[in-house]
């Protein structure tokens, strides 16, 4: 059966609407309506979200609104905050908000608090963090920490990687935090060069601990310290955050070093939980309190503002009607914002690993598209890279510009210019330039260069204004886009939070491992895996 929402009267309003709507262009949806920003855009807990440059109108959002209410969102978040096995093809849960919960209101999973056990996780946290900090905690050398690795990849990577590039200009100064993720041994080592083993710590990051890359470069890691520290050494330099605190043991890292999370936390929402633990070291627990209370600010938002004013809603409307009227494929994150980089990186894990699915909750396709690609890189630098085919290439590319009003590294001249960039770009793209304007501009010397200056503009975007790159408005951004994704799943029928199409590749690799290492025969394989095995043979 295909996706029941698509059945609703509302669908079918909305794709008459759509077709009534075609060859509309955003410059006379603009010229006509000098109220359009006033009545397109959203304005809550400090974060200005503009949409009057989507493709869309009053009634548009009326009826996408009417959409929500027959997909049962409400329903879907009040399962959710109930502890229930939403992730039904796990059996799992879906509590990462306990995580910044705020209050002293149990949440339940499985008829239990689970706040007690995410307080004292926290509290562990804190005290690693004051110790390595404060100079408390020595290497086997007893000198104190200078550098923390973080080994993790994906949800253990992602999130605390992103984070602490955003947060940058909280840095806390005695320390260097580094990521390591990939298995090409040059992450690792290209890392590890220029530091020394006695004031290097390792965060071995993962919620299995089996993970491939990890575990392997948590074992070369570990061979790079004991090299020139001995085995002893590695209680003070290692440390784990997993939900397998088992496969920690026998990793050799001390019990007491392992800083636990919980099956109810997925991978990539697990930024709040203790994956969180290199972003604290690398910017003082205080600034992780701080990011944690602006995600329960927007869990608190999205659960209680009406649909009209919510944000997470908006976004996921928007999307679905980018989606599955307009026919978008991809969506461009473009923050301008240095500290953002890796935002479009943390959102293709969360969105494309969460809604990248065409199977719905009843086993069947859903019968319609879902998650577009999500990509990007900060403005200004795609402007001079990608930009010309957002402006000219004839796709539809959705844009989600995110800007900051006030800036985190405050340069005299920078920040306006980053501002005027973005809002130029927004607006070029909603405009286009008409073959008369185009005409005009080269004038009668060069007539031929008219048709290369034409920009054909409607091309739909959002702007995301936060008050400035800190802890708390970027705990907001982040559970913005959670919840976005999570009402996406709700609308579009699916499972947001298994990830069954990650593991066949692992499967092969596994399979493929011994053959490569020569302990196997190429019998079976494909005539181009098998080529390509025996052209790599020494
Ligand atoms: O944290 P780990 O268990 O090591 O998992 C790391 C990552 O790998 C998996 O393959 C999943 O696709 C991701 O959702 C997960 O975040």
Redesign the pocket.
């Known amino acids: 059966m295909t996706n029941p929402l698509t059945q609703t009267a509302a669908w079918a309003a909305l794709t008459e609407h759509a077709a009534a709507m075609r060859g509309s262009h955003l410059r006379d949806l603009f010229a006509s309506d000098p109220r359009r920003f006033a009545s397109l855009s959203l304005e809550a807990e400090g974060l200005l979200l503009d949409y009057s440059k989507q493709r869309v109108t009053t009634e548009t959002l009326r009826l996408l609104r009417e959409l929500w209410r027959a997909a049962d969102v409400a329903g879907w978040q009040a399962r959710l905050a109930a502890g229930e096995a939403i992730n039904h093809t796990e059996q799992r849960a879906v509590l990462h908000h306990a995580l910044r919960h705020q209050h002293c209101t149990p949440v339940l999973f499985e008829g239990r608090d689970v706040m007690p056990d995410v307080h004292r996780v926290l509290a562990h946290m804190k005290s690693f963090c004051d110790a390595i900090h404060g100079r408390h905690w020595r290497g086997a050398t007893g000198e104190p920490i200078s550098d923390i690795v973080n080994i993790?990849?994906?949800?253990?990577d992602l999130g605390p990687r992103m984070a602490t590039q955003a947060l940058a200009a909280h840095r806390h100064r005695d320390v260097r935090v580094h990521y390591v993720a990939n298995l090409d041994g040059a992450d690792l080592a290209t890392t590890l060069d220029g530091l020394q083993p006695r004031t290097t710590l390792f965060v071995v990051?993962?919620?299995?601990f089996t993970?491939q890359e990890?575990m392997q470069n948590a074992h070369s890691a570990r061979a790079w310290l004991t090299a020139s520290l001995g085995e002893a050494a590695v209680e003070r330099h290692f440390v784990a955050v997993s939900t397998n605190l088992e496969a920690v043991a026998a990793f050799g890292i001390d019990p007491v070093n392992a800083f636990e999370f919980w099956d109810w936390v997925g991978?990539?929402f697990s930024l709040w939980s203790a994956i969180g633990l290199p972003l604290a070291l690398a910017v003082g627990f205080a600034n992780f309190t701080r990011l944690l209370e602006g995600a329960a600010a927007m869990d608190r938002h999205f659960r209680e503002a009406p649909v009209d004013e919510n944000l997470p809603a908006t976004l996921a409307l928007l999307e679905l009607w980018n989606t599955n009227f307009l026919g978008a494929e991809s969506r461009a994150v473009l923050p301008y914002s240095q500290s953002l980089g890796l935002l479009s990186r943390y959102l293709q894990q969360l969105e494309m690993?969460s809604n990248g699915k065409q199977v719905g909750r009843d086993g069947t396709p859903v019968g319609h598209a879902t998650c577009p690609v999500v990509w990007g890189e900060p403005g200004t630098n795609g402007q001079h890279a990608f930009y010309q085919l957002i402006h000219q290439g004839g796709r539809l590319i959705p844009c989600d510009f995110i800007a900051a009003r006030r800036a985190d590294f405050a340069l005299p001249g920078h920040h306006e210019k980053l501002l005027a960039n973005c809002f130029a770009q927004s607006e070029a793209l909603m405009r286009g330039k008409t073959p008369v304007e185009a005409q005009a501009e080269v004038g009668a010397a060069q007539p031929a260069l008219a048709p290369y200056k034409v920009f054909p503009g409607n091309q739909p975007s959002t702007t995301l204004l936060l008050p400035a790159i800190e802890p708390y408005t970027l705990g907001q951004l982040v559970a913005l886009y959670e919840h976005k994704t999570f009402a996406l799943g709700a609308l579009w029928n699916l499972n947001s939070f298994d990830?069954w199409g990650?593991e066949y590749g692992k499967q092969l690799a596994s399979r493929l491992l011994p053959i490569i290492e020569g302990k196997a025969p190429t019998t079976g394989l494909d005539s181009s895996t098998a080529g390509l095995i025996a052209a790599c043979k020494p």
């Open positions: 993790g990849i994906g949800g253990s990051a993962s919620k299995t993970t990890t991978g990539r690993e990830q990650v």
